[in-house]
C-alpha cells in the first residue's frame, strides 16, 4: 500500500519524451500488455474464471498495476475491446445504398460473421455478461460500441422512412430492436445458429411489418 | 472431507418415515431453506456477489450441505427459480382465444409485469448471466422454463397459422424468437422500460409482417 511515483493513469501516446529509461513509454508497453493478455484469457477461461491475477501474470505485470488504473476485470475488457480492435468490422455508420433490405442484410451478416469469430465472440460476451450486471458498465459498452450499439439501426432506418421506403408512424426504436434483439437472444443464450439465412430472413420478415401499407 | 452417512440427495417429499429425528424431513426443511435463501439473497446482492458461503449462513445450514446437493451456485438457484414458485405467472402454454394478437398481448404484458417485480427479476437475470457463461445450464433452464421458453410461443403461432391467420410460409422459430428476442434484449441490457406500450407495439409490429399478403 506504499505510495509510488508512477501516474495514475497511463499515457494515451507518446508526448516527446526524449531520455530512458522513458516511464511513459514503460506505461504504455505495460497497458497494451495487459489489454492483450485480458483478451487472450478471457478466450481461455472464460468470463467466470477471468481473474486480474491471471491477466497480471500473462502480462508480466505486477496486479497493483492493473488495480491503479482500472478497477475490475470488466473494466479492463471493456478497454480493451474497445480499443484493441476487438471489433474489426464496425463501422460508424450502416451505409446507405438507398436499398434498406440490402443494406440492413450486409450489415447483419456481417454481425453474424464477426460473432462466428471466437476472438471476437469471448470478449464481447464477457462484456454482455459484466453489463448485465453493472447498469453503469452496460451503459458505457453501448456508448462505446461504433457501430455495435443500436443508434445507427436508428439513424439507417429513419432516412428510409424519410425516403417513403416505411411507413410514417413506424417506431425506429422497436423497429431497431427487432433487427438486434433476436440476434443477441439468440447469441447470448445459444438458441441457435448465426448463419446468413437467419438474419437475412430477420430482416425481410422485420422489414415486411415496417412497409407502407398497400 | 470425513464420510457421512447423510444420503446423497435430499427427498422430494415426505415418505412415511415415523419416527423423529426424521432425517428426511429434516433434509427437506434444509432443502427448502437453502433454495429460499438463495432467491433472498440473489436479489439483494446481485449474481457475481452471491456466494455459497452467504447461502449456508441464512439457510442455518453448513455449506458442504450445500454442495452435497448442488455443484454450483447456478444449480441452485435454479432449482429454487423453478420450484419455490419463481415463476407466478407460467402457464404451460399461451391462451387460444382465437385472437392471436390478443393473446399475444396478454402473455407478454404479463411476462413484463413478472420481469418488474424484483423478487423475479433477480433469479431470472442470475439464471441468463449464468446461462451465458455455461451452454449446459442455459439449455436446462430453457428446459424447466415452464411457459418461459420459445417452444409455448411456437406452438401458438403454428395455431395462428393453420387457421389461416399468418402467412404458410411463415418461419415460426423466427417468429417466435423476433416476439422474445426485443424484451429479452431490452430487459437484459436495460435499454428501456418494460411497459405494456413496448410489448403491445412489439405484438403489433412482428404481425404486421406475418399476416398473409393482400
Not at 457501430?147 to 426504436?173: K, M, N, P
Amino acid at each position: 500500500m506504499s505510495q509510488r511515483p508512477d501516474p495514475d493513469q497511463p499515457p494515451a501516446s507518446g508526448t516527446g519524451a526524449r531520455r530512458p529509461p522513458d516511464p511513459s513509454r514503460r506505461n504504455a508497453r505495460s497497458r497494451a500488455a495487459i489489454l492483450g493478455a485480458s483478451l487472450q484469457l478471457v478466450g481461455e477461461v472464460g468470463y467466470a474464471r477471468l481473474t486480474i491475477e491471471a491477466i497480471a501474470a500473462r502480462a508480466g505485470v505486477g496486479k497493483q498495476t492493473i488495480y491503479r488504473w482500472w478497477p475490475s476485470k470488466a473494466a479492463v475488457l471493456l478497454d480493451a475491446f474497445t480499443e484493441n480492435g476487438g471489433e474489426p468490422g464496425a463501422e460508424p455508420a450502416i451505409p446507405d445504398t438507398g436499398d434498406l433490405a440490402a443494406d440492413l442484410r450486409a450489415v447483419l451478416r456481417a454481425t453474424a460473421d464477426e460473432f462466428s469469430d471466437p476472438a471476437f465472440e469471448a470478449p464481447y460476451r464477457a462484456l454482455a455478461i459484466a453489463g448485465a450486471q453493472d447498469a453503469d458498465l452496460s451503459r458505457e459498452f453501448d456508448a462505446r460500441l461504433a457501430g455495435g450499439g443500436i443508434e445507427v439501426y436508428i439513424t439507417r432506418l429513419r432516412a428510409a422512412r424519410d425516403a417513403g421506403q416505411l411507413r410514417e408512424d413506424v417506431d425506429l426504436r422497436l423497429a431497431a430492436e427487432m433487427l438486434t434483439g433476436p440476434f443477441f437472444q439468440r447469441w447470448l443464450a445459444r438458441r441457435g445458429p448465426l448463419d446468413h439465412d437467419f438474419t437475412d430472413a430477420l430482416v425481410d420478415t422485420v422489414l415486411a411489418g415496417l412497409r407502407p401499407r398497400g
